[in-house]
């Protein structure tokens, strides 16, 4: 295959994924100062950049539509130029909209943050490799619940790093999932 032949490589169309910060749900996090700040940061820069921004937020029993707790946490509150998706199951892509929303936006790569960090953030992501998109997780922009250090559960520090290093080392055919901190997140760089 000469050079001139060669497929060129899809330039990159991010988008930023907010999942699941809920009032109720930063209240049981682990780190929320910190993510929140993290996810703050990146909204900014995305919106410098017109790059969308796509919320997620759950509901259910717990999480019901209008209740405070169901509410996007005041520092992330959605724009009204902003998409934003509801779901009831961990999956993002799930019985929703965000492919489609997706599509219809040119989107090719996936920028995920979020909670929590085991449940929908990991199945999101893996949704939208499934789908064909690239992946970008935040190291530092997803977290999880707050719990002991022994149980059931990993504790929540290396829960969020085990999860880095998996996303790190999948591999899909033709798409590239990438992780990194908040601070290496480059919306121009497209």
């Known amino acids: 295959m000469t050079p001139a032949s060669r497929p060129q490589a899809r330039p990159a169309r991010p988008a930023l994924l907010v999942i699941d910060m809920q009032n109720t749900l930063v209240g049981i996090a682990h780190r929320p100062v910190e993510t929140v700040t993290a996810i703050a940061g990146l909204r900014a820069r995305a919106r410098a950049a017109g790059v969308p921004i796509v919320t997620v937020q759950h509901q259910d029993g717990e999480l019901v539509p209008g209740t405070d707790g169901w509410r996007i946490a005041p520092e992330l509150t959605p724009g009204d130029d902003e998409v934003v998706v509801p779901k009831s199951t961990p999956d993002s892509f799930l019985g929703t909209e965000l492919d489609r929303t ?89």
């Not at 909670?115 to 939208?128: G, L, Q």
């Not at 149980?151 to 992780?179: C, K, T």
């Open 102 to 190: 997706l599509r219809q936006l040119d989107v090719t790569e996936v920028v995920v943050t979020g909670f929590a960090t085991e449940i929908c953030v990991d199945t999101t992501a893996r949704a939208a490799l499934g789908l064909g998109y690239d992946l970008l997780l935040v190291e530092d922009g997803h977290t999880t619940s707050v719990r002991p250090d022994t149980g059931p559960y990993a504790a929540p520090d290396p829960s969020i790093a085990h999860h880095n290093e998996i996303f790190r080392n999948l591999h899909y055919p033709g798409r590239r999932s990438r992780v990194l901190p908040a601070a290496r997140v480059d919306f121009d760089a497209r």
